[in-house]
C-alpha cells in the first residue's frame, strides 16, 4: 500500500473531519490552486505599507559620529515627530575634495558601523545624563565653606563617592560650585603653607615641589582624546591656561611669573602611543592610511584587530586581498582578522619583540637586507665607543666646529620657533644643536673615519662601502685611541640569540613560519606594510616592540614609502593635523585677542603631565633608593581633575579599584561633562550634562589618523532633548563665575565667541595656523558636511603615510643623526639595559621570571643591576619588578617561573577590542551589547544577568575542563593579590564587595592553552 497523499485527497480528508472551512481559506490565503494569471490573483501586499512606514521620515540632518575610533563618520539622521528615528550614512564621501580639486574614491562610502546605527538608543536611553548633577555632601561642603582638618584634607564625612545622593541643579549653579572650588584649592596649597599642607598628606617631596609653589598646579584638565573636537574637547586645556590668570591673583605675580594647571595626557595614558616610535623616528608616531593597503605587495596585520576595530575600513583589507595582497595575521589568538589572512601565526602574549628579533635574525644571517636603505637612512652604520657605549663623535676625531647644515635651521639663542605653517625645514635650538654633534662612520674604501651629519640622508648620504660587522680602532683627535663598533654589528650580535628554535620557544612562532616570512619581507624590498594595533602596546615594555619591529622594517626598506611602511594604530590622535591648534588652546590670557579677523597672541602657560602618576597613586616610580622618573615628568599631587569626552581617565582607568578606594579621597573636586551617565559620572562629584553629537549647537571639527578627511561636526537643527548645554558652553560658563569671584574680566573675554556663539571664529584661527588645512573656510566646510560632505586634508599623498616626505626628497627624520635610530646612547638606557633593541619578557603576563632582558653576554649591554638600586635580586614585588634589571640568557629563562605561579596562578588575562565595542562608548548601548558574545538576552530570562548581556572570559575548553567550569558558568577572576584589586584589599571588605571580578566563562579554543581573554569594553560595578 503507497503512503502517497496527493493533495486533493488530503483536502477532502480534513474537510470529511471538519477543517473543511480551515483548508478553504488557506487555500485562498496561501495560493494553494494553481495561478493562471499572476498578475491578477497575486497575494495582498497591504502588509508591506506597515513595514514601508517604519522607514518615512519627516526631515533629515546630518551630524558627526566622533568616538575613538578614528574613523569619523557624517551621518543622516532621519526624523519622525521631532525624533530622530534611525541613523544612516550620508554616501557622500566620494564627493570630498581639497584646496587642488582632488576627489576622493566613492569607495569610502558606506562610512557606518553598527554602533552608529544604534545610536538613537543612547540619544534617547535612560543613562543620558538630563542635566546637572552634583553629589550631596560634596554640596555640602561647598555651603559650609570649605572646612578642612588640620592637614588641609575635607573632613570624610562630605567625600563618601559612589555611595553619596545626587542633586539636580542648574548648569549655572554648578559651574559656581565648581569656580568656587577651584578656587580654594589653588589658594590652600599655594606657598609655603600650602606646601607644608601636601606634606601633611604624606605626597613625595618631589612632587611636591613641582608645584612650584603654586597651588594651580595641583589642578589637572583633560580633554579625553581631543582630536575628536578642537574646541569642545581641546577647551580643557585651554581652561587650564587660563588658571595663570587665577595663580598671579592669589600669589601676587607678574604674568611672567604666573603658572597655569596641569593637562593630562591621552595618547600615552591610554597606551596607544607606541614609545618606540619616537624613540627611533622622532615622530610621534608613524602610520599610513588604512587604503593603503591596495599600494602594498603583502600586509601584516600585527597584534591589530582591523576586521574588528576599524570596522567602516575593513573593505580596505579584503578587497586588498582579493587584489592579491598577501595577508599575514599575527596574534595572540585566532581573531576575526585571522580568518582573513592567507598566513596566521598565533604568539604568547607579550613576546612580538621576539618574534620581529627572530625575523631580523634571519634577514641579517642570510644578508638579505636592503643594503642601500641601510646605508641612506639608518644609523646602523653609526660608529659606536665601547668603552662609554656613547656614539662617536666627529668632534673626537677631527676637531674643529660643528658642520654648517642646509636641511636643518638652527634657532639662536632666544629666538622665537616661527609659526607652524612657516615651517620649511627641521628646527632645533642651537643647545640642541651643540648637544647632538655630528656621528662618525667608517669607511671600508679608504679606511678611515669619516663624519656623518644629520644632513647626509637619503641621495645626499655619502655612507656608501660602510663597516657594519667587527670592530675597529679609530684616533682621536687627541691621540688616544678607541675600539668602536657600528651600531649594526652591536644588533646582528644580539639578534643571532633569537634563531628560529629559540625564537619558537620563547614566542609559540614555528620555526619553520618564522624563517619563511622573513625571507618573503626581504624579497621585495619597500613593499609590505606593517599595521601593528595596540594589543603589543598594552604591556609594560611596548618600547622595545616597537624598536625590534622598526628594525624589521628598516632592515626591509620598509618605512617611508606608500606601499611599504609601518603603522601603530590605536586611538585618534595625531592632533599635528591640526598643528595651529595653539591658537585656540594656548591663547595668552593676559593679552585676549578680541579681533575674530586677527590671529591670538600664543603663550602656553599649563604643563603637561602623564596621567599614569596621578593613576600611581601621585608617585613617581622608585624601585629602591633609584628614582626613575626623570625630572621632566614628575607629577604634582592631584587636587582636582576636570574632563570631557572620556571615561577612560576614571570609570575605564587602569587599576580602577585601587584608584577609587586609594587615589580618589585626597582628590577634592571631580568634575564630568558627560552625555551618558558613565562610571566616572557615578564616582564625580559634578556632572555636567551636555549635548549629544545629533544636538550640537556649536560646531567643532576633527581629522583622523587612518582616513584622510576633514570632518566638521555641524550644528544641528535638533532640538536639545533634555536640559544640556555644550561642553564649550560648560567652560564658558565656569569662566564666568571665576570672573566673579576674582573680579578678573579676561576670565570672561578668554570665551567670548563662545558666549556670542561664534566659535567659528576660533576653528578659523587654527585652520588658518594650521599646515595641512590653511586655506579652508570653515564656514564653506560646515555647509558641505550639512549636505553628509567631508573635506580632505591637504596632505602631500593620498593614502597619506608618515616618512613619505623624508624618503621622497631626502629629509632627515627628526632625531639626533637624521636617521632612524635603533642605538639609544642616553644614560637612562645604558642604565636599563636597553640601548639595543632588546626583548623584555612582560611585567605580568608571562610564566616565566618577570621583566628579564633575554640577552646572551654582550658587550653593549650593561644594566645597572637591582643590587645597585639598593633591592635584592629575589625581589619581585609589583613595583620593584617593573624597574629591576636583570639579564638572562633565554636557556636560563625557561628554567624560571613567574613569582606568583607556586600560588596557583597559571594563567595569563588579556584585553583585547572587540567589533561591538568602540572603547566603552556603545557596549551598554542594549542593542549593541545583546550582541556581545554568547549571554545577550533582551529579556532577561535569566534573573541572575543584570543587564542585556554579561561580561565573559574565554578561555581553551581544556584549561576549564581542568578547573571544572563549565560552559557559561560564573568564575571569579583573581590577580596578583599583592597590590590588586587594591591596596589594603585585605582589611576593607566593603569596598571588595564590589572590586572582585565576576563574569561568565565561555568556552573557546581560538585562544592558546593557558591564555585567557575578556574584551576590553565591559563597565565596571560600583557600590
Not at 466 to 490: M, N
Request: charged content about 25%; proline content about 6%.
Amino acid at each position: 500500500m503507497s503512503n502517497y497523499i496527493d493533495r486533493r485527497d488530503f483536502l477532502g480528508m480534513i474537510g470529511a473531519a471538519g477543517f473543511a472551512g480551515l483548508a478553504a481559506s488557506a487555500r485562498e490565503a496561501w495560493g494553494l490552486d494553481a495561478v493562471q494569471n499572476p498578475l491578477a490573483t497575486y497575494p495582498d501586499r497591504g502588509w508591506e505599507r506597515v513595514y514601508r512606514d517604519l522607514w518615512k521620515h519627516d526631515s533629515v540632518f546630518t551630524f558627526t559620529c566622533a568616538p575613538n575610533d578614528t574613523h569619523n563618520c557624517i551621518l543622516n539622521a532621519y526624523v519622525r515627530n521631532g525624533v530622530v528615528v534611525r541613523i544612516g550614512p550620508s554616501m557622500k564621501y566620494g564627493e570630498a575634495a581639497d584646496l587642488l580639486g582632488n576627489r576622493a574614491s566613492s569607495r569610502w562610502d558606506p562610512r557606518v558601523c553598527q554602533k552608529g546605527l544604534a545610536l538613537t538608543r543612547r540619544f534617547y536611553g535612560d543613562r543620558r545624563v538630563v542635566g546637572c548633577m552634583v553629589r550631596k555632601g560634596f554640596k555640602d561642603w561647598f555651603d559650609a565653606g570649605f572646612p578642612r582638618e588640620r592637614d588641609g584634607l575635607p573632613p570624610k564625612k562630605y567625600f563618601q563617592r559612589g555611595r553619596d545622593q545626587w542633586l539636580r541643579i542648574s548648569h549655572d549653579e554648578g559651574a559656581r560650585v565648581a569656580a568656587a572650588v577651584i578656587k580654594n584649592i589653588a589658594e590652600t596649597y599655594s606657598g609655603e603653607e600650602g606646601k607644608r599642607r601636601l606634606k601633611q598628606q604624606h605626597y613625595d617631596d618631589v612632587c611636591i615641589e613641582a608645584t612650584e609653589g603654586a597651588g594651580v598646579r595641583t589642578l589637572k584638565f583633560r580633554g579625553g582624546m581631543p582630536l575628536l573636537g578642537v574646541t569642545r574637547v581641546f577647551g580643557l586645556y585651554r581652561m587650564a591656561n587660563s588658571m595663570a590668570l587665577l595663580d598671579a591673583k592669589i600669589r601676587n605675580v607678574a604674568p611672567d611669573k604666573a603658572l597655569g594647571a596641569k593637562g593630562f595626557d591621552n595618547y600615552s595614558w591610554h597606551t596607544d602611543l607606541p614609545p618606540g616610535h619616537p624613540m627611533v623616528s622622532g615622530q610621534q608616531t608613524v602610520e599610513f592610511d588604512l587604503n593603503a593597503v591596495e599600494h602594498c605587495k603583502t600586509v601584516i596585520v600585527w597584534g591589530m584587530n582591523w576586521i574588528t576595530t576599524k570596522m567602516p575600513d575593513s573593505h580596505w583589507l579584503t578587497e586588498a586581498r582579493l587584489k592579491g595582497v598577501k595577508v599575514v595575521v599575527i596574534a595572540c589568538e585566532y581573531s576575526a582578522t585571522a580568518s582573513k589572512g592567507d598566513e596566521v601565526i598565533v604568539v604568547r602574549p607579550g613576546t612580538t619583540p621576539a618574534l620581529a628579533l627572530g625575523l631580523c635574525h634571519v634577514i641579517l644571517r642570510e644578508k638579505l637586507y636592503d643594503a642601500q636603505y641601510v646605508n641612506q637612512w639608518t644609523d646602523l652604520p653609526v660608529l659606536v665607543r665601547m668603552d662609554t657605549l656613547k656614539c662617536l663623535r666627529a668632534k673626537d676625531v677631527f676637531g674643529g666646529e660643528l658642520a654648517r647644515l642646509q636641511k636643518t635651521e638652527v634657532l639662536p639663542k632666544g629666538a622665537a620657533e616661527p609659526p607652524p605653517v612657516r615651517h620649511s625645514k627641521s628646527l632645533v635650538t642651537e643647545q640642541m644643536r651643540e648637544e647632538w654633534g655630528d656621528f662618525v662612520w667608517w669607511d671600508r674604501t679608504a679606511s678611515a673615519p669619516r663624519a656623518l651629519t644629520r644632513d647626509m640622508v637619503g641621495r645626499s648620504s655619502a655612507v656608501t662601502n660602510p663597516l657594519l660587522e667587527g670592530s675597529v680602532e679609530v684616533t682621536l683627535a687627541d691621540g688616544r685611541k678607541v675600539r668602536c663598533r657600528p651600531v649594526f654589528d652591536l644588533v646582528r650580535e644580539y639578534a643571532a640569540h633569537f634563531d628560529p628554535k629559540t625564537t619558537e620557544e620563547i614566542t609559540w612562532a614555528p620555526a619553520a613560519a618564522v624563517e619563511a616570512l622573513a625571507r618573503h619581507i626581504a624579497r621585495q624590498p619597500g613593499t609590505t606594510l606593517f599595521a601593528i594595533g595596540m594589543g603589543p602596546n598594552q604591556f609594560f615594555n611596548n618600547d622595545n616592540k616597537d624598536r625590534d619591529t622598526m628594525l624589521l622594517a628598516a632592515l626591509t626598506g620598509n618605512v617611508g614609502k606608500i606601499g611599504g611602511n609601518i603603522g601603530s594604530y590605536a586611538g585618534n590622535y595625531r592632533t599635528a593635523l591640526f598643528n595651529g591648534a595653539a591658537q585656540w588652546i594656548n591663547e595668552n590670557p593676559f593679552d585676549i585677542e578680541l579681533d575674530p579677523a586677527k590671529p591670538a597672541r600664543v603663550r602656553q602657560y599649563w604643563k603637561p603631565e602623564s596621567a599614569h602618576y596621578y593613576n600611581h597613586e601621585d608617585h613617581p616610580l622608585r624601585v629602591g633608593n633609584k628614582l626613575l622618573t626623570g625630572k621632566t615628568h614628575i607629577p604634582t599631587p592631584t587636587k582636582m581633575m576636570w574632563f570631557a569626552n572620556a571615561n577612560s581617565i576614571l570609570g575605564n582607568v587602569k587599576w580602577h579599584f585601587n584608584t577609587v578606594v586609594n587615589v580618589l579621597p585626597r582628590i577634592e573636586m571631580i568634575a564630568v561633562n558627560e552625555w551618558w551617565w558613565s562610571a566616572s559620572c557615578e564616582w564625580a562629584d559634578i556632572v555636567f550634562g551636555v549635548d549629544a553629537w545629533f544636538e550640537l549647537k556649536h560646531p567643532d571639527m576633527t581629522a583622523s589618523v587612518t582616513n584622510p578627511f576633514l570632518v566638521p561636526f555641524p550644528r544641528t537643527p535638533a532640538k536639545r532633548v533634555f536640559n544640556t548645554i555644550g561642553d564649550i558652553e560648560v567652560l564658558a560658563l565656569a569662566g564666568s563665575k571665576l570672573a566673579e569671584l576674582t573680579g578678573d574680566t579676561r576670565f570672561l573675554d578668554y570665551w567670548r565667541f563662545v558666549r556670542e556663539s561664534r566659535t567659528e571664529a576660533y576653528l578659523q584661527r587654527v585652520l588658518d595656523h594650521s599646515t595641512n588645512t590653511r586655506g579652508y573656510r570653515f564656514t564653506e566646510l560646515e555647509a558641505k558636511a550639512k549636505q553628509g560632505i567631508p573635506a580632505l586634508m591637504n596632505s602631500r599623498t593620498t593614502p597619506k603615510a608618515v616618512g613619505f616626505d623624508q624618503v621622497t626628497d631626502s629629509i632627515p627624520w627628526y632625531t639626533k643623526s637624521g636617521r632612524l635610530e635603533f642605538y639609544r646612547e642616553e644614560d637612562e638606557f645604558i642604565e636599563a639595559g636597553e640601548n639595543l633593541p632588546v626583548h623584555r619578557e612582560p611585567v605580568d603576563s608571562t610564566f616565566y621570571e618577570p621583566n628579564v632582558i633575554i640577552a646572551p653576554p654582550h658587550e653593549a649591554i650593561r644594566p645597572a643591576g637591582p643590587e645597585q638600586y639598593g633591592v635584592k635580586r629575589d625581589d619581585l614585588s609589583c613595583e620593584t619588578r617593573c624597574g629591576r634589571n636583570v639579564v638572562l640568557a633565554w636557556e636560563q629563562a625557561r628554567k624560571t617561573k613567574h613569582p606568583r605561579m607556586a600560588g596557583g596562578f597559571k594563567f595569563i588575562f588579556h584585553t583585547p577590542k572587540y567589533r561591538h565595542g568602540s572603547h566603552t562608548t556603545p557596549i551598554d548601548t542594549d542593542m549593541i551589547a545583546v550582541l556581545f558574545g554568547p549571554f545577550g538576552d533582551l529579556y532577561r530570562h535569566d534573573k541572575r544577568s543584570p543587564f542585556v548581556t554579561e561580561g565573559y572570559v574565554d578561555i581553551n575548553p581544556s584549561d576549564a575542563k581542568e578547573l571544572g567550569v563549565e560552559d557559561g558558568d560564573y568564575v571569579w577572576i583573581d590577580p596578583d593579590p599583592e597590590d590588586r584589586p587594591f591596596r589594603g584589599w585585605q582589611k576593607n571588605k566593603k569596598d571588595m564587595e564590589f572590586s572582585r571580578l565576576l563574569c561568565r566563562a565561555r568556552y573557546y579554543p581560538g585562544t592558546p592553552r593557558g591564555v585567557t581573554r575578556m574584551w576590553f569594553n565591559m563597565y565596571t560595578a560600583t557600590p
